[in-house]
């Protein structure tokens, strides 16, 4: 299946800990992005990333850090988890500017 | 700084009708806009995403039109049946030759049978 695939799709820390999320996409796209839902299901972007360059929300605390190991893969890590950093994340990918964007679905992260 | 808002922010329709939700947004310089929807637990759909070239957008009984000059776009929904239930979100790109999307916080809707 073509497809944005996220895992771990649910994930309970403790606080103080560094977890990762990884994010694959098969789609062919050059662009790929981490956003950030609350509790009150408003979705935030964090971090879009190509080839070319990354470009980080102003708001997202510099504990979070996108890697890319190659164009099909953005994982994401956190260091010094935080309980206010408890949410779902979603990875999406897209092609071109014109494209559609096609999201993951989701992984849950509970920190306690 | 681009802004979206959707309006209502929870809908509840017996089943049979047809609706309308409305998303609007600031920044009119805009490339595309997408409708998602989103089920409980669950990650976004892609509905239907509008060109800046273009007026409205089908998929079955989904319809979604484009007012760039006036910020705005509705999503019509035909015949909705319980399975329509969910929250559906309207997204443009942050501005300028951004890819980011700025989301409204959406619409809960609830179609009864």
């Known amino acids: 299946d073509t497809a944005v695939s996220q895992t771990p799709k649910y994930l309970v820390t403790q606080m103080g800990n560094d977890k990762s999320i990884k994010c694959e996409q098969n789609?062919?796209?050059?662009?790929m992005y981490w956003y950030k839902q609350d509790s009150k299901k408003f979705l935030k972007i964090m971090f879009s990333?190509?080839?070319?360059?990354?470009?980080i929300n102003e708001t997202v605390p510099n504990r979070f850090s996108p890697k890319s190991p190659d164009k099909a893969h953005l994982n994401l890590h956190i260091n010094s988890l935080e309980l206010g950093d408890s949410a779902v994340y979603f990875c999406?990918?897209?092609?071109?500017?014109?494209?559609?964007?096609?999201f993951g679905s989701g992984t849950r992260l509970t920190v306690v | 700084k681009q802004e979206v808002t959707q309006i209502p922010a929870a809908l509840s329709v017996p089943e049979g009708e047809n609706l309308v939700l409305n998303c609007s947004f600031t920044?009119?310089?805009?490339?595309?806009l997408q409708w998602f929807r989103q089920d409980p637990g669950k990650g976004l759909t892609s509905l239907l995403l509008?060109?800046?070239?273009?007026r409205e957008q089908t998929s079955g009984r989904l319809n979604a039109s484009l007012d760039k000059s006036s910020g705005r776009s509705t999503l019509y929904i035909a015949a909705s049946q319980p399975g329509d239930s969910a929250t559906y979100l309207c997204?443009?790109?942050?501005?300028?030759?951004?890819?980011?999307?700025?989301f409204g916080s959406g619409t809960q809707l609830t179609v009864l049978p």
């Open positions: 990333y190509n080839n070319k360059e990354l470009i």
């Open positions: 999406a990918s897209s092609q071109d500017a014109e494209g559609a964007n096609t």
């Open positions: 920044d009119s310089a805009i490339y595309n």
């Open positions: 997204a443009v790109p942050l501005g300028g030759s951004a890819r980011q999307l700025t």
């Open positions: 789609l062919g796209h050059d662009t």
């Open positions: 509008i060109q800046s070239s273009q």
